[in-house]
């Protein structure tokens, strides 16, 4: 037999900010710079490999293309370090 909720306080809704739903998705998109193909890679990987890189902090994890071997940018991505990676930054400082 289930309890009847008492009538009062209703739960309030929390809207989250963009850098917030973007820190709870599961993936990060990676684009090749090459043949523009996509690759979700889980964000646990990412992470993972940004936290153990001694490199420089202000590039992002390298991934691959399995399509062609170029180099793969993040869509967007927040590293652990606090720096950002936006894809749209990446492909203005190459032209």
Known sequence: MSKKRKPGKKK???????SKFLQDKETV???????QQNEEI????????D???DGDPE??????????GGEM?????KGVHGYEY???DQLKARV
């Open 12 to 18: 309030k809704l929390q809207i989250q900010s963009r």
């Open 29 to 35: 998109n990676y684009v090749c710079l090459s043949c």
């Open 42 to 49: 889980p964000l646990s990987v990412v992470r993972n490999f």
């Open 51 to 53: 936290a153990m890189d």
């Open 59 to 68: 590039v992002p994890s390298q991934f691959a293309c399995e399509s062609c």
């Open 73 to 77: 940018y993040p869509e967007y991505e």
């Open 86 to 88: 936006r894809l749209d």
